[in-house]
């Protein structure tokens, strides 16, 4: 059972350019969450994606945009890249289940894209 | 708005200590809480979780903690230090229901260093 992927593992890109960073969940999830984890940082949260659509979204200027497609995956996408955008951004994927008394469920991380931007 | 603290950025132990790693929170609703560590170059990995059952929780790896509402903390402990424990600890907690259910708030980290 395949757990999170994502690709590519590093990306070295320069400030002004546009990158696309990509996520497959675990098999059987439909939720995917995106975070920058900034070096010597805890996670930040960017945003949620179910049913194709954004479900939340964190702190984060409108740059930061994203995808889910019908089987899933997601992709995260940061426009005008400036050196701050510099991190580790990670993907995890959960099973959403609702109703009038959801059931939290686990978060299963990627094992994340480094960005580096100079 | 949800916070998660942790105390010290560093810890150290020798093999064989006990480990404990701090975590406090701020919710103006009843949190689930979490642990994860992180080793270097990969992703986060779930140690254990709160969510409103036991207030001691196992988990993986002979790591527990207990939830104490009074206080707001969440400490992760382990009686003792392997050497194969040494990375970044991370403790988050979600409040959300519903539609917000899921998002993670996390803390700074700590980094847990294990001396042979």
């Known amino acids: 059972d395949a757990g999170v992927t994502q690709s590519p593992t590093h990306l070295i890109k320069t400030r002004g350019q546009q990158v696309t960073l990509r996520c497959s969940p675990k098999s059987g999830h439909d939720t995917v969450s995106w975070y920058q984890q900034a070096l010597g940082q805890g996670p930040q949260f960017i945003f949620q994606?179910?049913?194709?659509?954004?479900?939340q979204r964190g702190n984060f200027p409108d740059r930061f945009s994203g995808h889910q497609f019908p089987n899933y995956s997601s992709e995260l996408n940061v426009n005008a890249l400036l050196l701050g955008d510099s991190a580790l951004y990670l993907c995890?994927?959960?099973?959403?289940?609702?109703?009038?008394?959801?059931?939290?469920?686990?978060?299963?991380f990627g094992p994340g894209t480094r960005l580096t931007v100079l | 708005a949800q916070s998660v603290t942790q105390l010290g950025s560093h810890v150290s132990v020798s093999e064989g200590a006990l480990v404990l790693l701090r975590c406090n929170y701020s919710?103006?609703?009843?949190?689930?809480l979490f642990w994860y560590v992180q080793y270097p170059n990969q992703g986060l990995q779930l140690l254990l979780k709160?969510?409103?059952?036991?207030?001691l929780v196992k988990g993986i790896n002979g790591f527990e903690a207990e939830f104490k509402k009074s206080e707001t903390s969440f400490h992760l402990t382990k009686p003792s230090a392997h050497m194969s424990d040494a990375a970044e600890y991370f403790c988050?907690?979600?409040?959300?229901?519903?539609?917000?259910?899921?998002?993670?708030?996390f803390g700074r980290g700590t980094q847990l260093t294990v001396w042979p």
């Open positions: 995890a994927s959960s099973l959403w289940r609702g109703g009038d008394y959801p059931t939290y469920n686990e978060q299963f």
């Open positions: 994606y179910y049913e194709e659509e954004e479900r």
């Open positions: 988050a907690v979600s409040v959300g229901r519903g539609s917000t259910l899921g998002r993670l708030y």
């Open positions: 919710s103006s609703v009843p949190p689930y």
């Open positions: 709160y969510t409103s059952a036991a207030t």
